[in-house]
């Protein structure tokens, strides 16, 4: 059974920095890529970051520059590091794996950026 669990989500005030975690299990986490969105109230649930199976990454232009997205493969996580938040960053945060059979979403985790 497929399972993402993320966490690290919270409350900061702009140019804090927060790292989310997305815990993984019933696939094989190193041979597929994983991604994170996010989605506002109200709006569209859009591709922060993704990072391939070898590592390979890539960023939504809104994030580039403060956001890293990173796997570590030993423990079935892929993490995603934002530093100098803004307040257009509040959202509740998804983790997306792309199975072959199937995409797969975790609860989500908010995060809220005042100003």
């Known amino acids: 059974q497929v399972q993402l669990v993320e966490s690290g989500g919270g409350s900061v005030q702009a140019g804090g920095s927060l790292r989310l975690s997305c815990a993984a299990s019933?696939?094989?986490?190193?041979?597929?890529?994983m991604g994170w969105y996010r989605q506002a109230p109200g709006k569209s649930r859009d591709l922060v970051a993704r990072?391939?199976?070898?590592?390979?990454?890539s960023y939504a232009d809104s994030v580039k520059g403060r956001f890293t997205i990173s796997r570590d493969n030993a423990k079935n996580t892929v993490f995603l590091q934002m530093n100098s938040l803004k307040p257009e960053d509040t959202a509740v945060y998804f983790c997306r794996a792309e199975i072959p059979y199937g995409n797969y979403w975790g609860q989500g985790t908010q995060v809220t950026v005042s100003s």
């Open positions: 990072i391939s199976s070898g590592g390979s990454t």
């Open positions: 019933g696939f094989r986490f190193s041979s597929v890529y």
